[in-house]
């Protein structure tokens, strides 16, 4: 069975700070994807990693993954309030179907 | 671009009520999904289908159950509502390609009381 773990669950940054999220999973999967959830809402898709070695950066992120170790990290530059919301991690189960297993997620609060 | 539409937003139930979750999707993808979000959790797949009249449990499917007649909506039923199905229901879209992140609607929030 399939089991994805993050951590930290709840990272309290300041403004300007770097940060990395870890998001390690059990089992083979080469497919690996970060979600953003902001309070109340739905989640939006941050990126998608579909190789061993592959880096997406987007603005002060960036997400890297690690077939191997079966690792992906979810890097903050210089983090601002924006950024504050919840991140989660997905792996995908089976390849053919594109289920996803999620982690539990880092609750990410950044401060002034 | 409505994208994926979840009906309706909020309901509460009581005990032993039944009640069909609504989803359907404008994008012609063939995969869909239920997903269940307990407070403070990430998402536990309930559900799923690859495509008309094809469906699969997830890993917790009990006291659910789902049809896919189209490949536009994939209602979820809940038989006998007990206060553990409490949570915020959503469902979502993929295909296989270039893009082959889920698109989310906006949820469901379920009360069982």
Redesign the interface.
């Given at each position: 069975e399939l089991k994805?773990e993050q951590n930290p669950l709840f990272l309290s940054m300041q403004e300007g700070k770097n940060y990395t999220i870890y998001c390690n999973y059990s089992t083979t999967s080469d497919?690996l994807?970060w979600y953003r959830q902001d309070p109340g809402?739905?989640?939006e898709?941050l990126f998608?990693l579909?190789s061993n070695g592959a880096v997406k950066q987007e603005g002060r992120l960036m997400a890297s993954l690690d077939t191997k170790a079966r690792l992906s990290t979810l890097h903050i530059t210089a983090a601002v309030h924006d950024l504050s919301a919840t991140y989660?991690c997905?792996v995908?189960a089976s390849g053919a179907?594109?289920?996803?297993?999620?982690?539990?997620?880092t609750l990410l609060a950044v401060q002034p | 671009n409505a994208g994926v539409t979840q009906t309706p937003k909020f309901r509460i139930l009581k005990i032993g009520q039944s009640m069909t979750l609504q989803c359907t999707q404008d994008m012609n993808h063939n995969?869909m999904?239920w997903?269940r979000q307990d407070p403070?959790?990430?998402?536990?797949?309930i559900y799923?289908s690859?495509g008309a009249g094809i469906t699969?449990k997830?890993?917790v499917p009990n006291g659910y159950n789902v049809s896919r007649s189209t490949t536009e909506d994939f209602p979820l039923r809940l038989e006998l509502a007990a206060p553990s199905q409490t949570s915020v229901y959503?469902c979502a879209s993929?295909q296989?390609g270039l893009?082959?992140?889920?698109?989310?609607?906006?949820?469901t929030r379920l009360t069982v009381v």
């Open positions: 994805v497919r994807y809402k739905s989640l898709s998608v579909l989660f997905a995908d179907t594109n289920k996803l297993i999620f982690g539990t997620g | 995969y999904y997903y403070g959790m990430g998402l536990k797949l799923y690859v699969d997830g890993e959503f993929t296989t893009r082959p992140e889920a698109f989310f609607g906006q949820g």
